[in-house]
């Protein structure tokens, strides 16, 4: 799996100063890249419950055509 454009293109940095001029804020929160999807995915524990990750950026269809398969 690929990392997301906006996350390795520096785009946030944008959408973060837009997002703080909307809120009449002269302070930009500090942003940090940790690891991808993947690597967060495989340190969780097993989980009985379905996760789901979203991206919308990459998204390939509208979350209302998402079909769970589950392995066993």
């Given at each position: 799996m690929s990392r997301a454009p906006f996350g390795s293109?520096?785009?946030w940095r944008r959408h973060l100063l837009a997002g703080a001029a909307q809120a009449f804020d002269t302070r930009l929160p500090d942003v940090?890249?940790?690891?991808?999807?993947?690597e967060?995915?495989?340190s969780l524990p097993a989980?009985?419950?379905t996760?789901?990750?979203l991206d919308n950026y990459e998204a390939t269809g509208p979350l209302s055509q998402?079909?769970?398969?589950?392995?066993n």
């Amino acid at each position: 799996m690929s990392r997301a454009p906006f996350g390795s293109s520096g785009e946030w940095r944008r959408h973060l100063l837009a997002g703080a001029a909307q809120a009449f804020d002269t302070r930009l929160p500090d942003v940090t890249h940790g690891k991808s999807l993947d690597e967060i995915l495989a340190s969780l524990p097993a989980a009985t419950t379905t996760r789901v990750a979203l991206d919308n950026y990459e998204a390939t269809g509208p979350l209302s055509q998402f079909h769970a398969i589950r392995e066993n």
